[in-house]
């Protein structure tokens, strides 16, 4: 499990810019990301500090369904700061810490939830929320899976080839909405 890309925006974009490196702050996000402490909460309370993609998501939209098109994704079209390889998001618990690299002053992150869009979906290619789409046993949307959302826990930098490494909480809490 590492890091493939980092990106970022200075200004409220549907996508983000890769970028070399990006800076965690505790209780505020990505340093000179239009998202830090913002979503209108206090930057404390802000459960959105993060947005964390892996890229195996790209891999299933590339290919195409009976519905939908193909989409040709890349890191930070989808507005994620981080981009994995190799990390089941989905399967993480609530309360997870993933530290990134392997150094002694590692930045780490607590994931809060899944990632729900609910701004600027006007802007979605026509077709893609419903190829992230998960439905119940009714075959009713129950929900997307686009990712997760974090918390800084501890400030640091992250670059591409990062190693994760992942430390489950003591009791596993099934991924809600944030």
């Not at 193909?70 to 399967?91: C, H, R, V």
């Not at 690299?101 to 939830?113: F, L, R, S």
């Not at 929900?143 to 591409?160: D, L, M, N, P, S």
């Amino acid at each position: 499990m590492s890091v493939l890309s980092v990106s970022m925006s200075p200004s409220h974009s549907f996508g983000k810019m890769p970028t070399s490196y990006i800076y965690l702050l505790p209780k505020r996000g990505v340093q000179g990301d239009a998202h830090s402490a913002s979503c209108g909460t206090s930057p404390s309370s802000n459960p959105r500090q993060v947005h964390i993609i892996d890229s195996s998501l790209f891999t299933s939209l590339a290919k195409s369904s009976s519905k939908y098109p193909s989409f040709q994704l890349s890191p930070g079209s989808l507005g994620e700061n981080i981009t994995t390889t190799s990390l089941d998001l989905f399967s993480l618990s609530e309360g997870t810490r993933l530290h990134f690299g392997d150094h002694e002053d590692h930045p780490v992150v607590k994931v809060t939830g899944l990632r729900e869009p609910k701004k600027r979906l006007d802007e979605w290619p026509e077709g893609l929320l419903e190829r992230c789409a998960v439905k119940d046993k009714k075959g009713r949307k129950a929900g997307t899976k686009i990712g997760v959302y974090a918390t800084v826990v501890k400030e640091g930098y992250v670059q591409a080839g990062c190693v994760v490494e992942v430390e489950s909480p003591k009791t596993f809490r099934e991924l809600g909405y944030v």
